[in-house]
């Protein structure tokens, strides 16, 4: 599957205008039509403006092939955490609005947490068998103080939550790691939770997030794993294309350097055999030839010496 194509089919191509001619000659062809810039993204010349221009370090950087697939991968997971932030964030409400109306607790809980029930329910927890919502039932007959502190820190939970599918959903670099810190530190509970009775949902929770915590180190290399940041950020780089043009530009300016220099070298050894030449004795057999490369390594005997 193309990724790269499946991401210009959804967001339409990135192309770009680099203020560096000789860039911007390699990313462009001149068609019928007009210019065809590269889309940086697939790879396909396309006629047309270019989507942006400016110096080429301002140049976009879309995700590309894999990259594409793996922000997919880390919005599903957004999605998923955003969902469970509504759901504890509106416990954490119905907690902390009755928390003073002691009378009308139990009420509350069986009115407000009926459709939240059938929704926890799918995230794994069922509201017979959790200890997590045990306790919470048993709270109900707790003071209001306490009662304050559990809306605390379901309202947290649902704080760091919503911060985890922020940081997934940008795909940023501080997201990944706090997902990643987020959600191991939720494993041990949820194993706690299978040892206390094994549901599928249970389990397929558990696997999710240990998944998505192997995910973040292993394909986004955090904690240093597989070379870290460094081999990451590399590996981003390998896989751009405007990146590629630019060290290709940067190999062939290198090569033209060279070229220029040995030119220059064939250049003096020639003016110097031609200075020594016009003499007219015919003794150069002892001058040794310049090599291909046009530098002559060995000292030149002055035949008129
Ligand atoms: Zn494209």
Redesign the pocket.
Known sequence: MDW?LLG?GAGG??TFAPDEPALGERLSVAARKGLAWR?L??G?FVIGEPTASGPAASAPRPRRAEQVRSALILRIFAVERFLRALVFGALAIVVWRFSASRLSLEQAYEQALAPLKALLHDFGFSVQHSKLLGLLHEAFNLDPRTLGYIAIGLGAYAVIEVIEGVGLWLVKRWGEYFAMIATSAGLPYEIYELSNKITVLRVVAFVINLGLVLYLVLTKRLLGVRGGKKAYEAKLRSESILDAEIAALAAEQEVAVEREVEAKQEAAVQAKRGATAAPGISETRETPVADETGVNALPRRDPSS
């Open positions: 790269s210009c191509h990135i889309c993204r697939c396909t």
